[in-house]
């Protein structure tokens, strides 16, 4: 049976091919990837992305692009990294090691560095050319459901604990 075109664009979206290999994308699969970074190269446990910062990016007039765009990238590097469908930040201790203008590319680095159980610790390194621009570390968690389905609040009333 012949899939659809709609079908084959989802999968085009879900999948990257490096060589001979396929890897499948099983998070973040509708991240606007011009805001956080396309995708280079995925290993298991590791990614490279780049951003390339655009106008929308800028906070100001001199062509300081926000911070917050490249966290967003390196965010999303941790997430691909791990690679699992439900996975979540949960915590994160970055550092801006150097301001990203208007105009440069920034390459991210994600590598897996630490797995326990449902959680895992990514280290994220961002640089523009040859230099660090950012590093981080991003704890994550592996949840059953997606968080938005989570009975999180729901669970502690019934134990009581969740009352004032």
Same mark, same amino acid.
């Given at each position: %049976?012949?899939?659809?075109?709609?079908?084959?664009?989802?999968?085009?979206?879900? /999948?990257?091919?490096? =060589?001979?290999?396929?890897?499948?994308?099983?998070?973040?699969?509708?991240?606007?990837? +011009?805001?956080?970074?396309?995708?280079?190269?995925?290993?298991? =446990?590791?990614?490279?992305?780049?951003?390339?910062?655009? /106008?929308?990016?800028? +906070?100001?007039?001199?062509?300081?692009?926000? =911070?917050?765009?490249?966290?967003?990238?390196?965010?999303? +590097?941790? %997430?691909? +990294?791990?690679?699992?469908?439900?996975?979540?930040?949960?915590? /994160?201790?970055?550092?801006?090691?150097?301001?990203?203008?208007?105009?440069?590319?920034?390459?991210?680095?994600?590598?897996?560095?630490?797995?326990?159980?449902?959680?895992?610790?990514?280290?994220?390194?961002?640089?523009?050319?040859?230099?660090?621009?950012?590093?981080?570390?991003?704890?994550?968690?592996?949840?059953?459901?997606?968080?938005?389905?989570?009975?999180?609040?729901?669970?502690?009333?019934?134990? =009581?604990?969740?009352?004032?």
């Amino acid at each position: %049976m012949k899939e659809t075109k709609k079908e084959d664009e989802e999968l085009e979206l879900d /999948s990257y091919i490096y =060589g001979e290999e396929q890897v499948v994308i099983k998070t973040h699969k509708r991240i606007n990837q +011009a805001l956080s970074g396309e995708i280079l190269k995925h290993e298991v =446990g590791y990614v490279e992305l780049l951003l390339t910062t655009t /106008s929308e990016m800028l +906070a100001d007039e001199f062509g300081l692009i926000h =911070g917050g765009f490249i966290f967003s990238a390196a965010d999303y +590097a941790a %997430m691909v +990294a791990v690679n699992e469908k439900n996975v979540v930040l949960v915590a /994160s201790d970055c550092q801006f090691l150097s301001p990203v203008k208007f105009h440069d590319e920034v390459r991210v680095v994600a590598r897996v560095r630490n797995k326990e159980g449902r959680k895992r610790n990514v280290h994220v390194e961002a640089f523009v050319l040859e230099i660090k621009v950012f590093e981080g570390e991003f704890k994550t968690v592996i949840t059953d459901k997606h968080i938005l389905k989570l009975k999180l609040f729901e669970d502690e009333k019934e134990d =009581g604990e969740g009352e004032l």
